[in-house]
């Protein structure tokens, strides 16, 4: 058994018009930059099913132009996550997860299930939400990760919750939001948030430096402590993990470097 889980760096999405001839070869044709990005990137949060619908096809196309060990990670509807009453999204979590994203087969990452700030942490209703998420799905096994972003969640309960369902809570560094590094689940999923376009790298060197010992710190079964936490007096199980961390929104022109980065201080 390996000492470490597998450590994959990436980006959300593929799309974006600065990065042709920036982080893609200028002239490389639109249909082609998945195929480019994929072997240039571990892992791709895809933003585009939080607002709708893909069709099993889609998926299917996206896995064929991949190659193996590359994962996506897909932002599940925000139908389900921006309920009123969570407990009543079931019909909603049912329509994402069946809408054909098995079709991925062993490129599907973990689901993140993303909450509005405005969204309070009410332990009985999020207790509800999580029971309504599987852990299979057509054969295959369910990873879900879940980003809350109202302070009314930096409580022990809310660890508890995720840890009772096997959820990873979504180490978010962001400069508004809750930023929780507690380990919750079997995976550890971080969103980096701070980076500037200012910096060839997104993030600065030494930053990349000190994001690569706290992923090493995860993948290996441990908790960084430098990091903050809502529920200090638990410790995780001391085992290998498989960790996703993703150069997101701040400094997206320069995140596909980041990632890249960032990823061979941890190979």
């Given at each position: 058994m390996s000492s470490s889980g597998i450590i994959r760096v990436g980006?959300?999405?593929?799309?974006?018009?600065?990065?042709?001839?920036h982080f893609y070869p200028a002239g490389l044709p639109k249909k082609r930059q998945l195929e480019f990005a994929s072997r240039a990137l571990k892992v791709i949060e895809v933003n585009g099913?939080?607002?709708?619908?893909?069709?099993?096809?889609t998926f299917a196309k996206w896995a064929s132009e991949v190659p193996e060990g590359f994962v996506f990670s897909l932002k599940a509807s925000r139908f389900a996550t921006n309920k009123k009453v969570l407990a009543e999204a079931g019909e909603s979590v049912e329509r994402f997860l069946g809408q054909g994203l098995t079709e991925l087969g062993d490129h599907l990452g973990p689901i993140l299930w993303q909450f509005m700030p405005t969204k309070k942490f009410e332990p009985e209703d999020f207790d509800a939400f999580l029971s309504l998420l599987p852990q299979m799905r057509d054969g295959l096994a369910l990873r879900h990760a879940v980003e809350v972003r109202h302070p009314s969640f930096l409580v022990p309960e809310f660890a508890a919750l995720a840890r009772k369902h096997r959820v990873a809570v979504v180490y978010a560094e962001h400069a508004d939001y809750p930023e929780i590094a507690d380990v919750t689940g079997d995976f550890?999923?971080?969103r980096l948030q701070k980076g500037s376009d200012d910096i060839e790298t997104c993030y600065a060197p030494e930053t990349l430096d000190r994001w690569a010992g706290h992923l090493k710190r995860w993948a290996g079964g441990g908790e960084p402590a430098d990091l903050p936490h809502i529920d200090p007096a638990h410790k995780p199980e001391v085992r290998p993990r498989d960790v996703y961390a993703f150069f997101i929104t701040?400094?997206?022109v320069n995140a596909p470097n980041g990632?890249?980065?960032?990823?061979?201080?941890?190979?």
């Open positions: 980006i959300g999405g593929w799309t974006f018009d600065p990065w042709e001839g099913t939080y607002y709708g619908s893909q069709k099993p096809e550890v999923y971080a701040s400094g997206k990632a890249q980065a960032l990823q061979r201080r941890v190979d």
